[in-house]
């Protein structure tokens, strides 16, 4: 069982005697400190190496990328925070809600942005029926269990597009103008109005959600069930329903996500494949457990991988994935909470 | 009840293990000879290939309650390593597995130090990412590895001349395959039947089952956990380099997450705390992989894309549910269940138990009443 450690009733919260936020604080302000620090070092390296413009244009892409990556993390630690389960499936799911909204938006011909809700609406039932009839049945802490059959679905959604949608990339459209002529310049770097609408539509829903889990008695339910199964059953939340709505919501963020990274790459059954172990990478580094985290890391790994394959030219392009594994290696070795995560106590 | 009752460690006892060891000994040695077809006496050497590599993920899994993906790269890692000496440097087939073994338990402490001193299944992710990383790399290194076109060796491994099995006839060679698979394959089983009796398999199971108390009775969980995670590491190596002596080619794309995903699928179907759930698991893998996709490759399902695959994997995510559901002790375990309708193994009754003997009066006929003690 995880306590975390600002569950101590002789900790007033805000005031000044608040010692242990106020460690989290100067432990997150140190981590981010040394991620800035690398940062900031290899720009140095990168601005002599390369000119300023090659470099704030690799930055904007990066970042960019990034929050794409922050929102699939961000889906991965909604569920992660009410279950301490890490969804393997999360990424098949939003591949199988972008096709979907591709659908509607095809063979229906709705307009892009109602196909797209209309997938996020489905996507966040479906996800509440396989909550239902597939975890459920499990014993909270039984997270072995549940990981392996996040692991099935993981297998079995992957195949179902693969039989339904077939294995041919397609070109997904983007929800913003995207002209040859529709960007901003900014230093002699081109920012896209795809991406920077991508970055603010996803900064919102990030808020919307921080919002929804600090001010409502739903996000109240979650913060409950994530600190303590046994309390918050003790206090009569209802588990199962608030588990649900986690996935629900981590699916229709999954599947936004999507539909966003979509038009970056192409749509194929495997497409999420990769940006799934990037956003491993960003929940890792941020903190399983923190929604602005989330998308802190998914910046920062979005920031790494464009620098570090684009400036050292023995890792090569493809070497994204390394570039992750060792963001992972390296924040478990490190700061195993990640930048702005809690670290929890445990007892028997 | 049981039809048969068998007291441990009683003559009986011993003869029903001697008996069926020998049994199960005799069957796979006589096997091949009694088939006619290479194909046959391929997928049984395959079966023995892959029981390796899930016996050693049931280390991981079953035994330690860690899951890895990764198990692919490692799997690929000793393949690589076998066709590369064995091609490059002229090494015989079999001297290389050790040097897989040495590969693999340095490449899973690697991985496993960072990831495992935290609570959790942080594993799972990092080798993930590992099995997503192991093709990358290897065509990135296209002069060692072969990149993308694989990488082969010309020459089968070959039996030493007192073989009694004739090397020129058409199943000669696969037969020869078949038996130094099975007798590396044989040892490993009883490596890891060792390891999980011994001490440190005895901490694996307090680390699974109760990982604080395990800490508080003196065990090194994170210690323990590595451990396991470096040995299940070369175990799978183990298996990349029966495979390779199989079938001597190695590619990129056979190691990929799909392997890895499969070999959790045929380990949990098998049974996964289990050393013997492994062949049933390996027969699951083999059907699964090959047997059920072939079948598959010629429906015509829709409109005649190349489906096979897919319906394997919608099968194995189904299988993998049902058993997670039904059946969360694997085929083994129904085995099991089945085996003790018949004959029931009990343990030993310790010796002077009378003395002990708990002396209270039941008050109802089925349960014992404590007050009265």
């Not at chain 1, 479906?126 to 996040?150: K, Q, S």
């Not at chain 1, 970056?264 to 495997?270: C, E, S």
């Not at chain 2, 089968?156 to 698979?181: L, R």
Request: charged residues 10%.
């Amino acid at each position: 069982m995880a306590i975390t450690t600002t569950g101590r009733p002789e900790a007033p919260p805000g005031g000044p005697r608040d010692v242990l936020a106020a460690r989290r604080r100067r432990s997150a302000a140190h981590g981010l400190g040394v991620v800035a620090a690398l940062l900031a070092a290899f720009s140095v390296y990168a601005i002599i190496d390369g000119g300023f413009q090659l470099y704030l244009q690799r930055v904007a892409d990066g970042v960019l990328n990034g929050f794409l990556y922050g929102m699939v993390a961000l889906a991965l630690v909604l569920v992660f925070k009410a279950t301490g389960v890490i969804n393997f499936a999360q990424g098949a799911m939003g591949m199988v809600g972008t096709f979907l909204a591709f659908t509607f938006a095809e063979k229906w011909s709705l307009p892009l942005v109602l196909a797209i809700v209309v997938a996020m609406v489905v996507s966040a039932g479906a996800a509440a029926g396989i909550e239902r009839v597939l975890i459920r049945p499990f014993d909270p802490g039984n997270h072995l269990a549940i990981t392996i059959v996040t692991l099935a679905l993981y297998l079995a959604f992957n195949a179902l597009a693969a039989l339904i949608w077939g294995f041919d990339p397609r070109g997904f459209p983007t929800l913003f103008p995207h002209d040859a002529g529709d960007f901003f310049s900014i230093g002699g770097a081109r920012l896209y109005y795809t991406s920077v609408g991508t970055a603010v539509l996803i900064l919102v829903v990030v808020v919307v959600l921080q919002l929804v889990l600090s001010r409502t008695k739903l996000g109240l339910a979650f913060r409950c069930v994530a600190t303590s199964v046994e309390s918050s059953r003790l206090l009569g939340i209802h588990i199962g329903r608030t588990v649900q709505s986690s996935w629900a919501m981590a699916a229709a963020v999954g599947t936004l996500a999507g539909c966003l990274a979509a038009p970056t790459t192409y749509l194929d059954p495997t497409f999420m494949d990769k940006i799934l172990i990037y956003a491993f990478a960003a929940a890792t580094l941020g903190g399983l457990d923190s929604i602005a985290g989330s998308v802190v890391g998914g910046v920062l790994v979005g920031l790494a991988i464009a620098l570090l394959t684009g400036y050292i030219p023995a890792l090569g392009g493809q070497f994204g994935l390394g570039c992750a594994f060792f963001v992972i290696i390296a924040v478990l070795q490190f700061k195993p909470a990640g930048l702005l995560g809690r670290r929890s106590q445990e007892r028997v | 009840m049981a039809a048969f009752t068998v007291e441990e460690g009683t003559r009986a006892h011993r003869g029903i293990r001697w008996g069926s060891a020998l049994l199960a000994a005799a069957v796979l040695i006589v096997l091949p000879l009694l088939t006619g077809s290479v194909g046959t006496i391929e997928s049984f050497t395959q079966i023995a290939c892959y029981s390796v590599a899930i016996l050693g993920l049931g280390l991981l899994t079953g035994h330690c309650g860690q899951i890895s993906l990764g198990h692919s790269a490692f799997v690929g890692l000793g393949g690589y390593t076998t066709v590369i000496l064995v091609a490059d440097h002229g090494w015989p087939y079999l001297a290389t597995i050790p040097v897989s073994v040495v590969l693999c338990l340095i490449a899973g402490a690697v991985v496993g130090i960072p990831a495992l001193r935290i609570r959790g299944l942080y594993l799972a992710t990092v080798t993930l990412a590992v099995a997503a990383l192991f093709p990358v790399l290897v065509d990135k290194f296209p002069s060692f590895t072969g990149g993308t076109d694989g990488k082969f060796v010309p020459q089968e491994m070959a039996s030493p001349d007192w073989f009694f099995v004739d090397p020129y006839t058409e199943t000669g060679p696969a037969t020869d395959h078949y038996y130094a698979v099975l007798v590396v394959a044989a040892i490993m089983f009883l490596i890891a039947r060792n390891i999980v009796r011994s001490r440190t398999g005895r901490a694996m199971h307090a680390v699974r089952d109760a990982p604080l108390s395990a800490a508080a009775s003196g065990i090194r969980v994170a210690r323990v956990k590595i451990f396991a995670f470096a040995v299940s590491a070369a175990f799978a190596g183990v298996a990349g380099s029966l495979l390779v002596i199989q079938v001597p080619a190695v590619s990129d794309s056979r190691f990929d997450l799909y392997l890895s995903i499969f070999l959790l699928v045929a380990l949990i179907a098998g049974g996964s705390a289990s050393i013997a759930g492994a062949v049933p698991g390996a027969i699951v893998f083999v059907v699964l992989r090959t047997w059920i996709a072939d079948w598959a490759q010629s429906l015509d399902l829709l409109s005649g894309r190349p489906d096979g695959g897919q319906i394997v994997g919608i099968a194995s995510g189904a299988l993998l549910i049902a058993f997670v559901f039904l059946l969360p002790g694997g085929v083994i375990d129904g085995l099991g269940r089945l085996r003790r309708r018949v004959l029931e193994i009990v343990p030993r009754t310790p010796e002077g138990w009378q003395r002990h003997r708990f002396t209270g009066t039941a008050t109802t006929p089925t349960r014992p009443a404590l007050r009265e003690g």
